[in-house]
């Protein structure tokens, strides 16, 4: 295995609320290799915008993160002041959203706003600024960018403003991307092109990239390994082919049982019952025990993370039988 | 989940600014010394039995012909000045309150049913609107009060003419963001009457800019029927509201009797801007983008 | 399939919106300045019938027309041309300002936090539609809503609450009971399970399958996710561009896609595969969306199409044939 490039340990993301203190994230860790693409997955308030943003650093009151580390080559990012943090955003993690509008202003021309963007850390001439500009507009795949460059964000459509927005998060040549469900709000057609694209940027430029959406298709598609979040705490890990073969946690199988594509036309779909727990207010032990099906009296007891080979999970009872095989359906 | 109930999270928050707390307090006094003006005011103003002539124009402090202290002096006719502007604030909240209602009801109806209607119905309800709205509403009101002679509701009638306009633009500009979501189309295919989708689902969504409006109005409509009143053009004599007894006292400031108008000019700034305070507040917490 | 009757008919429907010009910009077009009022061909002469029982799913991506023909069949907006019937009679009344005249189809919507009106109660939500209508007494709502929150999974309690007290995929069940308590015979479902979450829309489906079975919904299921509506639908209908291009039996479509566009538009989705060592199997499409401001000529796909010729940047195709209909010059055969 190539060398770790990003290391997260133990880390806890807490919010103080109104209706009392909640960890987002806890006690989460996973490492990322150079080159490596590696899918977080969960529903909505499982904490996996939350770990990406944890790993930013862009946590703001009330929430802050209250323990564990989260090291880049080593060097330990929580704590960093927010000078020393802005230098890293950008230039060595670079961040990519579900709506690149959050990320491009409206009044700034693309080529405006992406010199700004690489001046924000490194001195260069205005030319060789565009130029590089131009050179990553075309490896994110926008045709005729040296024009282009002059354009406004409202004159590109929304796929073509999302692989702008990602252009930018390649400009300073991160070593990691982190893209937060970037293709949930693009077409299929569209998200089918940028899956592609991804894929081979990061194989190219051996960007290493986590990958955070609640698509299990779309994950893995481009990722090589799987997390899988529930509640705010990481329930599953490993190589991708290997937890969709013969996912461990019920929790992961359940997600996948419940795909359409898992049962006949017409034919019920296999449900997970209840909802996603308040995490305020979360169940003793195991978090899922509530809309377990395997859930047994020992469950009360929150399960360790345990590690087998390269794989890893946090369950008492762990399933074992693997999926059948399904034929290609969306 | 959060249990608390919006209201209370409202309060909380509002609490929070001193200033407004403190104006809140003033207006709540100030009403309620003016519901119990009949009970706690030493005399009846209004009635003409009870006035002595020869303690007309008499200086703060001054313990009249009936025994009591007149703490705030007498006017020209001898009414107690503090008597004379409890009654005073009475009327003024009373027509404020009463006129800023109709106002309200009036124009938040039109301008929800201009955003829901749209096409040409909108674009004429508001064009009139913003003619309207690009004349002073004291040049209105005025010639309204002119022409509808004295009275209660004359003068009433004169306030909502002149003020409905601000409530149709802002009950307009937030039903037709409104109207553009779900739900209205959800009551459209059931299919709801109109008016059941106006006055049940949409015009209660308008309520928050609705509010803040409706503060600031009711403080402007007692300014402005304080005005008219000041121009004689208010309310009859025998029932002189605040604006009145300032200009009846006007004549006499030069001589040195400053307290007819000062004292009911202090009142009436008082309440008008406490009710401010407080609308700045109400308006600062309902508007989402200065939200943190 | 058996040939049942057609319930709902769509005759040659076209929605336009025309940008309203205003007075000031109207003075600015005289002073030579330009102003837009490109018309929009959200929906383009659109004829299909869904027969009765059946779930009909309407595929497309985003604006491609699907949710303007949905609200269009719902009867929230007004047809610019052609009609929606139900019964052979229209959804929307006559006149300058027509309105729906019937209670016999309703709507589910996508999202359900804007759906149901935040400051009206869930038992109210439910029973206003109905009373007004007169399918239940003012005596009897009480029990007319618990029947309808116990049909969609609510427990009767939920009927004094406000919507912000319930999560998204109860809301959707309540904007669920909010339609059938009106007694409908046709459900239009605008993309009922793209806001919620995965675990949770596997319950809503199972919700709608249930339903079905129970009390006989025709549907008209408008989705861009191809695998619920694989799974839910009896035939498909795909949406290109304001226009249908490909409409059939279910199998048919996703084992022999016929118009170019429905074959690029399946192959590009992310398919997962258990039990083999390629994972995930996609192909994108080429090009971008165009603009229905400015749709091209002829047959709208013929600017992506692999198998483009040149009667196809001028002459649009018809939608033809009658169990499995395609509106392409050169459609594939099967096995192709």
């Known amino acids: ?106 009044v700034l021309t693309i080529g405006t706003q992406m010199r700004l963007a690489i001046a924000a850390h490194e001195s260069m001439s205005k030319a060789a600024a565009t130029h590089r500009c131009i050179d990553v507009l075309t490896i994110v795949g926008i045709p005729d960018a040296a024009r282009r460059i002059e354009a406004y964000p409202h004159q590109f459509s929304g796929g073509m403003r999302q692989r702008v927005a990602i252009a930018i998060a390649l400009l300073n040549r991160p070593r990691l991307i982190i893209c937060d469900e970037p293709t949930t709000a693009l077409d299929v057609s569209i998200q089918a092109q940028i899956l592609t694209e991804m894929k081979s940027l990061a194989a190219r430029l051996g960007t290493a990239m986590i990958w955070i959406s609640h698509d299990l298709a779309t994950v893995s598609s481009v990722a090589s390994r799987l997390l899988v979040m529930y509640a705010g705490r990481l329930i599953e890990t490993g190589p991708i082919a290997a937890v969709l073969r013969q996912p461990h946690h019920p929790y992961t199988r359940g997600l996948l049982n419940s795909l359409p594509g898992f049962a006949k036309p017409g034919q019920d779909l296999v449900q997970i019952p209840g909802a996603m727990p308040s995490l305020v207010n979360l169940p003793v032990g195991c978090s899922f025990r509530p809309r377990c099906t395997h859930a047994q009296d020992d469950c009360t007891l929150l399960p360790a993370f345990a590690t087998d080979g390269a794989r890893a999970f946090r369950c008492h009872h762990p399933l074992d039988l693997p999926v059948p095989a399904s034929e290609a359906r969306p | 989940m959060d249990r608390s109930t919006p209201l209370a999270r409202f309060w909380d928050e509002f609490r929070t600014n001193r200033v407004a707390l403190v104006a809140l307090g003033v207006v709540l006094l100030i009403s309620a010394l003016a519901i119990a003006a009949p009970v706690i005011s030493p005399q009846n103003p209004y009635d003409l039995a009870n006035l002595v002539l020869m303690d007309a124009r008499r200086p703060p402090g001054f313990v009249g012909s009936k025994g009591f202290t007149h703490w705030l002096g007498t006017d020209a006719q001898g009414r107690d000045l503090l008597s ?135 403080a402007n409509s007692i300014a402005l029927e304080a005005t008219l009143s000041f121009l004689g053009l208010g309310l009859p004599v025998t029932e002189p509201s605040l604006g009145m007894l300032i200009a009846n006292g006007f004549q006499y400031m030069l001589s040195g009797r400053y307290w007819i108008s000062i004292y009911p000019g202090l009142a009436l700034i008082i309440l008008i801007v406490a009710i401010n305070l407080v609308g700045d507040q109400v308006r600062d917490q309902l508007n989402p983008r200065l939200k943190r | 399939m058996s040939e049942t009757r057609a319930l709902v008919e769509i005759d040659s429907v076209s929605k336009r919106f025309t940008p309203s010009v205003s007075l000031g910009e109207r003075v600015a077009a005289w002073l030579g300045s330009p102003i837009d009022t490109r018309t929009v061909h959200a929906v383009d002469a659109v004829s299909f019938d869904i027969r009765n029982g059946e779930v009909l799913g309407l595929v497309g991506e985003s604006g491609c027309g699907k949710s303007t023909l949905g609200r269009v069949i719902a009867g929230i907006h007004p047809p610019s041309n052609g009609s929606a019937m139900i019964d052979g009679l229209a959804v929307m009344g006559s006149g300058s300002k027509p309105l729906k005249t019937t209670t016999r189809i309703q709507m589910v919507f996508q999202d359900p936090f804007a759906s149901l009106d935040p400051r009206v109660r869930i038992g109210e939500t439910i029973s206003e539609g109905p009373l007004a209508h007169h399918l239940v007494s003012k005596v009897d709502a009480r029990a007319y809503v618990t029947r309808w929150l116990l049909a969609v999974g609510l427990p009767a309690e939920a009927a004094d609450r406000f919507p912000h007290q319930f999560s998204g995929g109860q809301r959707q069940r309540v904007a669920i009971a909010r339609a059938l308590a009106m007694q409908p015979d046709v459900l239009v479902c605008d993309e009922p399970v793209a806001s919620l979450d995965v675990s949770i829309q596997a319950q809503i489906i199972n919700l709608f399958l249930k339903l079905r079975r129970e009390l006989g919904l025709t549907m008209l299921f408008i989705s861009h996710d191809l695998g619920v509506v694989r799974h839910i639908s009896d035939r498909v209908a795909i949406m290109y561009l304001g226009r249908i291009v490909e409409l059939g039996p279910t199998p048919a479509i996703f084992a022999n896609p016929r118009h170019p566009y429905t074959r690029a538009l399946l192959d590009s989705v992310p398919k997962l595969v258990t039990g083999s060592d390629e994972l995930v199997t996609f192909k994108p499409i080429q090009g971008e969306l165009p603009s229905p401001l400015s749709p091209p000529s002829g047959c709208h796909f013929h600017l992506r199409c692999p198998f483009v010729q040149a009667r196809c940047s001028t002459e649009p195709p018809q939608l033809d044939g009658r169990h499995h209909a395609v509106s392409c010059h050169f459609p594939l055969s099967d096995g192709e």
């Open chain 2, 84 to 218: 004379a502007i409890l009654y005073g604030l009475r009327i003024s909240i009373q027509i404020g309150l009463i006129a800023g209602a109709i106002a309200f009801a009036l124009g938040a109806t039109l301008g929800a049913f201009a955003a829901f209607l749209g096409g040409r119905v909108e674009a004429l309800i508001m064009r009139i609107i913003d003619l309207q709205l690009s004349f002073p509403a004291i040049l209105l009101a005025l010639v309204l009060a002119a022409l509808l002679g004295q009275g209660k509701w004359p003068l009433i009638t004169a306030l909502v003419t002149a003020q409905y306009a601000y409530f149709a633009r802002t009950a307009h500009g937030a039903a037709s963001t409104e109207r553009s979501k779900d739900y209205v189309d959800a009551a459209l295919s059931t299919p709801l009457k109109a008016s059941r989708v106006v006055f049940r689902h949409i015009l209660p969504n308008c309520l928050p800019p609705l509010i803040v409006v409706a503060t600031v109005q009711v």
């Open chain 1, 1 to 106: 295995m190539s060398s770790r490039l990003l290391e997260v340990s133990g880390l806890t993301t807490r919010f103080e609320t109104r209706s009392g203190a909640l960890n987002a994230v806890e006690d989460v860790s996973f490492s990322v290799s150079e080159g490596e693409i590696v899918g977080l997955v969960g529903e909505s308030g499982s904490g996996k915008s939350v770990t990406g943003f944890s790993i930013l650093g862009l946590i703001d009151p009330p929430g802050r993160i209250v323990s564990g580390s989260v090291k880049l080559n080593g060097r330990e990012l929580v704590g960093l002041s927010h000078a020393d943090l802005r230098s890293v955003r950008g230039r060595e993690i670079a961040m990519v959203f579900q709506d690149p509008s959050a990320t491009l202003n409206p």
